[in-house]
């Protein structure tokens, strides 16, 4: 694995407004271009988080899409992030992975936020995807996923996962808690950004986008204003580690349901 440069954008995402938002994320990437390996965006960076927004979910081949691509170009980095995205079967919170080789991977929500509604105006993400990039082995996951380690156990198959998130400041006690024991207990980076500000629904957001190393260690956490932040992930560092401390070779063996024979 070479060093990887992984920036965060932690912003205060535009309500409802994805030329707005465009705008406004384009900007802070273009001081990135030739900086940066990996340019990570919150949840619905195109709208807030909002089941409403579903009702005007762009297509695969819309705007948002074809943006991204141009910023991955650009930029000479990858562009992540998720928003809603109409396809066959309802509308998905999809995270989108635009690499500047003109690549496009996709991970659809698993865990939907049944407490806010989510569950009811978007549909389920059935699928574990892992994106190979630059060296390195990349679990994609979205916000409320956290919660559920099952599906996010390292299964010898990744070396980093990468959250985003528009994670309630109410609850940020947790977000702080689960974010070190995903890293400690798969052995892996964690990537996470969070949004800040106040949307649509009068929720704050605290912030709180970090990198984790494989020890738990804070390499970086970003405090509730807007911040554009670079941080290298050593490839060397998460070798020696997981050689000195394989606690994965004792790791219980299972098979979920979605592994299993039909």
Known sequence: METLRVSLLQLATLWHDPPGNRKLYGQAMATLAGASDLIVLPETFTSGFSNEAADSAERMEGETV?????????????????????????????????TPEGELHAYDKRHLFRMAGEHERYAQGRRRVLIPYRGWRILPQICYDLRF????????????????????????????????????????????VNRVGRDGNGLDYAGGSAVIDPEGRRLVELGPEPQVVTVRLDGESLRAWRARFPADRDADRFILEEDSPS
Do not use: K
């Not at 943006?67 to 999809?94: C, F, K």
């Not at 996010?152 to 109410?170: E, H, S, T």
């Not at 609850?171 to 798969?186: D, F, G, K």
């Open 66 to 98: 074809a943006w991204m691509r141009a910023q991955a170009a650009a930029t000479g980095a990858a562009v992540v992030g998720s928003l809603p995205i109409r396809a066959e079967g309802g509308v998905y919170n999809r995270l989108l992975f635009a």
């Open 149 to 192: 380690p099952v599906f996010m156990r390292n299964r010898g198959d990744y070396d980093l996962i990468l959250l985003v998130a528009n994670w309630p400041a109410a609850r940020h006690a947790h977000w702080r808690t689960l974010l070190r024991a995903r890293a400690i207990e798969n052995l892996a980076f964690v990537v996470a």
